[in-house]
C-alpha cells in the first residue's frame, strides 16, 4: 500500500530534508510512526528521492518473515554482505552466523548490535549513507532492536536511517505521529486523485468518512460517481471493505492465530471498549486477553488501561467481516451473558438482538425501552434493530421513524434520511386483517407517515431543497391534525421557516389560518406559543404590526413558562425570533443562548446551527459584532459537521455582512466564494450575501450600486423575496441611496419606521433618526436635530459600532455645511471607538474627515514631546505608566472629562491609538 502524493506531512518532510542535510560527521535517525495507510511508506519514498548525494540500502519488515530471527536485517544488508570482509574477524563470524539463521546468544547481542554499526560505517567511507526499514514492527523483532540500538548511535558518522512502524516507536530516537488529514489536506489529495474535485460539503463528508487516514480517502475516492461528486446523491460513508486500506488490515489479520482472532472478535463487537468487559467475555468461552498480544503487535488494536480501541474504523470492519456468521453470532452470546449491569441494558439488548437468527417481538420491545434511557445515535441503533424484529408493521414503521428522529437529532442527517426512506408514505397495515391474510389489507392510517413527514419535511429544510420540504410539511401538518395537534403546529411552523428561508412570505397567512384552526383555548403554553408565533409572524409579514407586536411578546412570555419536556430547542428558536421581530433584542439573545445551551445538554446537534444563526442575529442588534461572527463560526462548523448545507449557507452569509460591516474586504470576499453561486434568488443565504456585497460597495463610495442590490433584496407590495433581512438593512440602503435613488430610500425608510416605532427598542430609533437626518436637506436645523437625536438614542452599553458610525456622519454632514470645529469633536469620538474595535477602515474614514476639518492626524513624530504642551506630556506619562484616567485627575487634580478631553488630543497629535502605542511614542 502506497501513497504516493504526499498532503499534510509537512513537518516530517521537513524532518528527513534536515536529515539529510546533516554534516557528513554528524549521522542521525527518525522514526515515523502511524496506523495503516497514513503515509509511512510514502515518505520513506519522499527519503529515498531527496538522498542524491547518498548511497541508499533499503528493507521492510515482513509479517510472513516475522518467526525468523534477523530474516529483515539480512535482506538490508544484503547489497553489502560483500564487504563483511573489511570488519574484524570476530565481528564478520558473528554478523555472518546471525544472518545466516543461526541466532545469536543473549550475551553476544551487544558484539552483534557493534558489528552491524561498523558495517554500516564501513559502507559509508567514500559515500554518505540512507539506511531505510519500513514497517520494522511487522518483521522479526531481533532486526528491529539491532536497527534501533545501530541508530542511536551515529552520532559522528555519514550515516542516515529512517524507521517506520505502526505500534508505538523504539525509544531513545526522534520520531514522529502521522495523524490525521484536516480538511484543507483532504481536500487536496481529492483534488489529486478526481478529474474534477468534489463540492466542498462531499469533501468534508469524505473527509469525515476516512477519519483523516490517506489512504481510506483515497479508497473512497475510487468509489465516488460523478453525481456523488457533484452533490446530486450522497456520497459513501465508509471507505470500501476491498479498498487497499481494509486489504492491508485484512492481511494482518490473516496471519494471526486462531485464538487471537475470536479475542479480537470481541473486541471489535464489543464497542464500549471496556477491558473489564472483554476480560469476562474471554474467560466465558476459556480464553485470556493476553491473547491481544499479537494483534497489537499487527496495529490491529490498541489495549490501554481503561480501554481498547481499534486504530481505525475499516480495521474493526475487518475483523468482524472475516468472522463466519455463525461465530459473530457466538461472539455476540458470550457478551451479552456478562454484560448483568442495569447500566448495560442497552449493550446486552443491542448483542442479543445481533444473533437473533429472525423476529423476535419481545426483544424488540427490549430494545425500545432500553432506547428510550439513553437516547441519542445509539438509541437510534436500537430502534432500527427493533424494527427489524418486530412483526407488527405498525410498529415498525413507528420505531424506524423514532430510529430517524433520533440519528437527525444526533447530526448523522444521512443515517436519517436512509431510515425516513423504509418508511411507507401511504397508510401503514395492521397484521393478520383483512381477506388477504396476514399483513394484507385492512390499511388504516396511522401516525408515523405523518411524524415521518414531519422530519422530512425539517431535514429538507435544513439540508436540501425548500419546495420538498413544503411539500412533506404541509400533508404532515394535514395527517397529524387529527392526532397530534402540538405535532402538526410544528409542522406549519417549519413550513414557515421553509417559506421565509425562500422568499415566499406572502403565503404565510395561509399557515397562520391553518394554526388558528388547531388553536384551543386553554392549551398549553407549548402548543398556544407556536399558535401564537405563527399569528405574530403572519401579521408582521403583512404589515399588520399593531396585532403583531402583542402576539410576538406573548410568545417570548410563553417560552419562559416551559418546563421538563415541554422545554425543546425548536420552540425556544421561535421564541426567540419573536422577540427579534419585537426588537426585544436582550430577552431574545436569552432565548437563543438557552435552545443552544439545551440543544448541547441533550445532544441535539441538529437543533444547534439555527439556535446559533439567532444568537448571532441577537449579538449584531446589540453591537457585539465580535460575538456574532464567533456564534456564526461556530454554527457553520457544526452546520458542515451535519450535512445542514442550506444553515451553512445562512452563517455564511452572516459572516460575510460582518466583514463587510468591518470593512475587512478580503474575509467577506473569501465568505462569499464559500456560499458560491448556489443559493436561490431571494432566498436568505443570496440576501445575506447581496447585503454584504453592497456594504462594500458602499464602503468604497459605489453608492448607486449598493443601493441598487439593496432595493432588490425585496418586494414589500408583494410580500416576496427577503423582506426582514431588506429591513436589517435599512440604514444601509439609506445611506446609498440618499443621492441617487432617494424614492427609494424614502420607501425603505418608512417601512423601517413603522417596524421601530412598533418597538421600545432605543436603538432601532437611533437607526431610524440617522436615516431621517441622512435625507433631510443637507445643513439643516432638522439634519442636525436628527443626528442628535440619533446620538441620543443609541445606547451607551451597546450599540458602539452604530454610534462611532452616526457620530461620523454627523461630523461628515458638519464639515460639509463649513463647521469644521463642531465636527471634529464628533469624527474624534468616532475615530477613538473605531479605533477600539480594530475597525481600521472605518477609522482610516475618520481620519480623512478630520483632516479635511483641518486637523492633522498621522504617524507619531519621533520628537513626541515636541508636540504635546506640558501639561499633555504629563498625562500622557502618566497614562504610558499605567494610571487610570481617575487616576492621573486625582494625582494632577483635574476632573475626570478634561483627563478624557486631553487624552483625545493627546491620541490624535500623536496619531495613536491605544494606551500601549502612546507608551511607545514617549521617549
Known amino acids: 500500500m502506497q501513497i504516493t502524493v504526499l498532503r499534510g506531512r509537512d513537518e516530517e518532510r521537513r524532518a528527513i530534508r534536515r536529515l539529510l542535510a546533516a554534516p557528513t560527521d554528524a549521522g542521525a535517525a527518525l522514526v515515523l510512526h502511524g496506523e495503516p495507510g497514513s503515509g509511512r511508506s510514502a515518505l520513506v519514498g519522499y527519503a529515498h528521492r531527496h538522498a542524491r548525494k547518498f548511497a541508499v540500502i533499503a528493507s521492510a519488515g515482513l509479517a510472513d518473515e516475522a518467526s525468523l530471527p534477523y530474516a529483515g536485517l539480512q535482506r538490508l544488508l544484503d547489497p553489502v554482505l560483500d564487504r563483511v570482509g573489511e570488519l574484524p574477524a570476530s565481528d564478520s563470524r558473528l554478523l555472518r552466523r546471525a544472518l545466516a539463521g543461526s541466532g545469536c546468544p543473549p550475551e553476544r547481542q551487544l558484539a552483534l548490535g557493534l558489528a552491524v554499526l561498523r558495517l554500516l560505517a564501513v559502507v559509508a567511507r567514500s559515500r554518505p549513507l540512507l539506511c531505510t526499514m519500513d514497517d520494522v514492527d511487522l518483521g522479526d523483532r531481533p532486526t528491529a532492536e539491532v536497527l534501533a540500538f545501530a541508530a542511536r548511535r551515529l552520532r559522528r ?28 489536506d483532504g481536500a487536496a489529495l481529492l483534488a489529486d486523485r478526481l478529474p474534477e474535485p468534489p463540492v466542498g460539503p462531499v469533501t468534508r463528508a469524505l473527509v469525515a468518512a476516512a477519519g483523516g487516514n490517506p489512504q481510506a480517502l483515497v479508497d473512497l475516492a475510487g468509489t465516488l460517481t460523478a453525481a456523488q461528486c457533484r452533490g446530486d446523491e450522497p456520497p459513501p460513508t465508509t471507505p470500501p471493505a476491498d479498498g487497499a486500506l481494509g486489504r492491508a488490515y485484512r492481511s494482518r489479520l490473516d496471519r494471526l492465530p486462531d485464538h487471537t482472532r475470536r479475542m479480537l472478535l470481541l473486541a471489535a463487537l464489543d464497542e464500549d471498549g471496556a477491558p473489564e468487559t472483554l476480560v ?90 432500553a432506547a428510550a434511557t439513553v437516547g441519542g445515535a445509539r438509541a437510534s441503533v436500537a430502534l432500527e434493530r427493533a424494527a427489524e424484529l418486530g412483526d407488527d408493521p405498525a410498529r415498525v414503521a413507528e420505531r424506524r421513524v423514532d430510529a430517524a428522529r433520533y440519528a437527525w437529532a444526533a447530526g448523522e442527517t444521512r443515517r436519517a434520511q436512509l431510515l425516513l426512506g423504509r418508511v411507507p408514505t401511504g397508510p401503514v397495515a395492521l397484521s393478520g386483517t383483512g381477506p388477504a391474510g396476514p399483513g394484507r389489507g385492512g390499511a388504516v392510517p396511522g401516525p408515523a407517515g405523518g411524524r415521518a413527514d414531519l422530519l422530512r419535511g425539517e431535514v429538507e429544510l435544513r439540508c436540501g431543497r425548500t419546495p420538498a420540504a413544503l411539500r412533506a410539511l404541509l400533508p404532515a401538518a394535514d395527517v397529524l391534525a387529527g392526532t397530534d395537534r402540538p405535532a402538526a403546529l410544528a409542522a406549519l411552523a417549519r413550513a414557515g421557516e421553509a417559506l421565509c428561508f425562500s422568499g415566499a412570505q406572502y403565503r404565510y397567512a395561509d399557515l397562520a389560518r391553518r394554526a388558528r384552526v388547531l388553536s384551543r383555548p386553554g392549551d398549553p403554553p407549548e402548543v398556544e406559543l407556536t399558535g401564537t408565533y405563527l399569528a405574530g409572524v403572519s401579521a408582521t409579514l403583512r404589515g399588520d404590526l399593531e396585532q403583531a407586536g402583542p402576539a410576538l411578546r406573548r410568545v417570548v412570555v410563553l417560552a419562559g413558562q416551559l418546563t421538563g419536556a415541554a422545554l425543546t430547542p425548536a420552540l425556544l428558536c421561535w421564541a426567540a425570533s419573536a422577540g427579534l421581530l419585537v426588537a426585544v433584542d436582550g430577552a431574545a439573545h436569552r432565548l437563543a443562548e438557552r435552545a443552544v445551551e439545551l440543544a448541547r445538554e441533550r445532544n441535539e446537534l441538529s437543533a444547534l446551527p439555527r439556535a446559533l444563526e439567532l444568537r448571532a442575529i441577537a449579538e449584531y442588534w446589540l453591537g457585539r459584532h465580535a460575538a456574532a461572527a464567533e456564534s456564526s463560526r461556530e454554527g457553520l462548523r457544526i452546520s458542515r459537521a451535519t450535512g445542514q448545507a442550506n444553515v451553512a449557507a445562512v452563517h455564511l452569509g452572516m459572516l460575510a455582512v460582518l466583514a463587510a460591516v468591518r470593512a475587512d474586504r478580503d474575509v467577506c470576499l473569501r465568505r462569499l466564494g464559500e456560499i458560491g ?16 456585497v453592497a456594504v462594500l460597495d458602499l464602503t468604497d463610495g459605489r453608492h448607486a450600486a ?20 431588506q429591513v436589517m438593512a435599512t440604514p444601509y440602503l439609506v445611506e446609498a441611496a440618499q443621492l441617487a435613488h432617494r424614492p427609494v430610500a424614502v420607501a425603505a425608510l418608512a417601512l423601517f419606521d413603522r417596524w421601530a416605532s412598533s418597538t421600545a427598542s432605543p436603538s432601532r430609533r437611533a437607526l431610524s433618526a440617522r436615516c431621517h437626518a441622512l435625507l433631510a436637506p443637507r445643513g439643516s436645523d432638522e439634519a442636525e436635530e436628527r443626528f442628535r437625536t440619533a446620538l441620543r438614542l443609541h445606547p451607551v452599553d451597546t450599540g458602539v459600532f452604530e454610534r462611532a458610525r452616526t457620530a461620523l456622519l454627523f461630523g461628515r454632514e458638519l464639515r460639509r455645511a463649513r463647521r469644521p470645529r463642531d465636527a471634529r469633536t464628533h469624527l474624534h469620538d468616532a475615530w477613538e471607538t473605531f479605533t477600539l474595535l480594530a475597525a481600521g477602515a472605518w477609522a482610516d474614514q475618520a481620519t480623512a474627515e478630520l483632516r479635511a476639518a483641518g486637523e492633522s492626524v498621522g504617524a507619531p513624530d519621533p520628537a513626541a514631546t515636541r508636540l504635546l504642551t506640558g501639561q499633555q506630556l504629563r498625562i500622557a506619562q502618566l497614562v504610558a505608566e499605567g494610571a487610570t484616567n481617575r487616576e492621573v485627575a486625582a494625582r494632577m487634580f483635574l476632573s475626570t472629562r478634561t483627563v478624557d478631553h486631553h487624552l483625545r488630543n493627546i491620541f490624535h497629535r500623536l496619531g495613536v491609538r491605544s494606551r500601549t502605542e502612546l507608551a511607545r511614542a514617549l521617549p
Open 157 to 184: 558518522l555519514p550515516i542516515a536511517v529512517v524507521l517506520t512502524a505502526t505500534s508505538a516507536p523504539p525509544g531513545g530516537l526522534p520520531s514522529y505521529r502521522l495523524g490525521p488529514l484536516d480538511e484543507s
Open 280 to 369: 469476562r467475555a474471554a474467560r466465558a468461552g476459556g480464553d485470556s486477553i493476553a491473547d491481544l498480544t499479537p494483534a497489537e503487535r499487527a496495529g490491529l488494536v490498541r489495549v490501554e488501561a481503561h480501554r481498547i480501541t481499534f486504530p481505525h474504523p475499516v480495521a474493526r470492519s475487518a475483523v468482524v467481516t472475516a468472522a463466519p456468521i455463525a461465530e459473530r453470532r457466538a461472539a455476540h452470546v458470550r457478551l451479552a451473558g456478562v454484560l448483568d449491569d442495569p447500566a448495560q441494558r442497552l449493550d446486552r439488548a443491542l448483542h442479543l438482538a445481533a444473533a437473533a437468527a429472525g423476529p423476535d417481538p419481545a426483544l424488540a420491545g427490549e430494545l425500545e425501552a
Open 677 to 692: 453561486d448556489g443559493p436561490a434568488p431571494y432566498s436568505r443565504p443570496w440576501a445575506l450575501a447581496q447585503w454584504a
Open 706 to 725: 449598493a443601493a441598487a442590490r439593496l432595493a432588490a433584496l425585496a418586494r414589500p407590495g408583494t410580500g416576496r423575496g427577503q423582506v426582514l433581512v
